[in-house]
């Protein structure tokens, strides 16, 4: 891969957003030093195709809209817990 993470100073061979491999360290690095792969990272991590991953976001916003719209969605701003 030849990105280095900086504070171990050891090279991040496996892929950080896996189930196994997960590491939030690892994610930042990948993040800055290559979004590209790091978006494909992430897509490999879901085992999604670009448009599949379109679709599942698409339809978890959609989901979202309907409840919104349904008043069934409360936001607190300050220091709370969002509620459902």
Not at 1 to 11: A, D, Q
Not at 29 to 41: G, H, I, S
Not at 45 to 58: I, M, N, P, Q
Not at 62 to 82: C, P, R, T, W
């Amino acid at each position: 891969m030849g990105i280095t993470n900086p504070f171990s100073g050891k090279e991040i061979r496996d892929n950080p957003w896996a189930k196994k491999t997960f590491n939030l360290t690892a994610q930042a690095v990948v993040e800055k030093a290559d979004p590209d792969l790091a978006r494909k990272m992430k897509q490999a991590a879901l085992g999604l195709d670009a448009e599949e991953h379109r679709k599942a976001h698409s339809r978890s916003l959609a989901e979202f809209n309907q409840l919104d719209q349904a008043g069934k969605i409360q936001f607190i701003k300050s220091g709370g817990e969002v509620t459902m």
